[in-house]
């Protein structure tokens, strides 16, 4: 029987919640090994972090980079770069590597965020925004004509910045991945998270290894000038033969571009650590999946989905 350690609260967008990750499992007698020295990485904050980070605050908008305590966030922020969180920080789903909240939005969004987001991207005179979300499954569409109207908006303020949308699978529904992927949006991302073995003891239910590659495929299929991107997470139990695996299965549904970082657990309740992967690895696996075909592969320890993002326009295989 779970002993419950945490319970409801009110969410900050007014909304019954709970903290992801929070009740004793079978995980929660399974230590955490300790960190190796390449991830004790020192945060310098500099100026243009405080600013962003005051816009955030002023225009009441989330960032992922906060709400998934995003090891980046200070050279991101630093580098002019942003990923906005929509559509609140309560998510429909519970993926058992992730810390955002659960709950039912029950329909709730904020009809000012997408003019908020633009406004905020125009102030930080910013050239690339990450707009990602929690999943969304209490509306019909997944989130889909929230995500497009805002892409919509920053596009009229900032000409000139580039958008990147990191969706949720939208339950694979084609009518929602076409709004995105006709939107305005420079490239577009479903992260498939983990081989197809670990993908059931990782990720919620209701997602799939096979949904997210149809959800990529789709993506081109509709609209082929858009560049698509995923990401894996290592340290869960995954095999390099699976990795490679997974990178074939990604180019043959038409994946342009790969992020690999090492998984960090967010508390003890969450799926344990079965492995630190050293950088040399990381190494290894960006240069192979470039063979592979990869247009971009950004492979480190403290890479995650929207790491420099900005760099994939770059096409300079994202050398770090």
Request: aromatic share 6%; glycine share 6%.
């Amino acid at each position: 029987m779970e002993i419950i350690t945490s319970i409801k609260h009110i969410n900050r967008d007014g909304i019954k919640a709970i903290k992801n990750g929070q009740k004793s499992n079978k995980y929660s007698t399974i230590p955490t090994p300790k960190k190796p020295r390449w991830l004790k990485v020192k945060a310098e904050f500099n100026p243009n972090f405080h600013k962003i980070k005051k816009q955030i605050q002023t225009k009441k908008l989330y960032t992922v980079c906060e709400e998934a305590h995003c090891p980046n966030i200070s050279e991101c922020w630093s580098a002019g770069t942003a990923t906005f969180m929509l559509m609140g920080s309560v998510c429909t789903r519970a993926c058992k590597f992730c810390s955002v909240d659960t709950g039912n939005p029950n329909g709730w969004l904020d009809k000012d965020e997408p003019i908020n987001t633009a406004k905020a991207v125009e102030i930080m005179k910013l050239k690339y925004v990450v707009l990602t979300s929690v999943n969304r499954d209490d509306l019909s569409d997944g989130g889909a004509q929230h995500f497009a109207e805002t892409v919509k908006l920053i596009k009229k303020l900032n000409p000139h910045t580039a958008v990147e949308a990191l969706t949720p699978d939208f339950k694979g529904l084609s009518s929602s991945i076409n709004i995105l992927v006709n939107c305005g949006i420079e490239v577009f991302a479903q992260n498939i998270e983990t081989v197809e073995r670990l993908t059931h003891q990782v990720r919620d239910t209701r997602a799939g290894y096979q949904q997210t590659l149809d959800v990529l495929a789709e993506s081109k299929r509709i609209n082929s000038e858009v560049l698509t991107k995923t990401s894996i997470i290592l340290g869960l139990g995954e095999t390099d033969s699976e990795i490679y695996n997974t990178m074939d299965d990604l180019i043959e549904n038409k994946v342009d571009v790969l992020t690999i970082g090492q998984y960090l657990r967010p508390t003890v309740n969450h799926h344990p650590i079965e492995r630190w992967v050293k950088p040399e690895e990381f190494e290894k696996y960006r240069i192979i999946g470039l063979k592979k075909g990869f247009l971009e592969v950004v492979s480190g320890p403290m890479v995650r989905s929207s790491y420099r993002a900005e760099r994939v326009l770059q096409k300079n295989n994202a050398g770090l």
